[in-house]
């Protein structure tokens, strides 16, 4: 089992910014793509941002490019979420996911709480 476990929510102003993390702890070479999410209230969750195993390859939701940058550090098994130009659409609970690459199952984190004021 792998577990996940985010940090770094909180309340910031428009235009602001956070820098979210999730560590990984567990069977953490079991780890493929990691992945963050986020569901707003009266919302279902969406792709926020998506990194390869390596790193070397990286995609967005288009509501997001621009303004967020998702990075990992393999050797400290956390996956980070940069984002600037925070708007107040971008309130949610953040969470982080992670996919098995030997099995079909992947793991999810708790959630971090994010608020934008205008």
């Known amino acids: 089992q792998v577990q996940l476990v985010e940090s770094g929510g909180g309340l910031v102003q428009s235009g602001g910014s956070l820098r979210l993390s999730c560590a990984a702890s567990?069977?953490?070479?079991?780890?493929?793509?990691m992945s963050w999410y986020r569901q707003a209230p009266g919302k279902e969750r969406e792709l926020v941002a998506t990194?390869?195993?390596?790193?070397?390859?990286?995609n967005y939701a288009d509501a997001v490019k621009g303004r967020f940058t998702i990075s990992r550090d393999n050797a400290k098994n956390r996956v980070y979420l940069q984002m600037n130009s925070l708007k107040p659409e971008d309130t949610a609970v953040y969470y982080c996911?992670?996919?098995?690459?030997?099995?079909?199952?992947?793991?999810w984190g708790q959630g971090t709480q994010v608020t934008v004021s205008s």
């Open positions: 567990g069977i953490t070479y079991r780890i493929n793509v």
């Open positions: 990194i390869s195993m390596t790193g070397g390859s990286t």
């Open positions: 996911n992670a996919d098995d690459r030997y099995y079909s199952s992947e793991y």
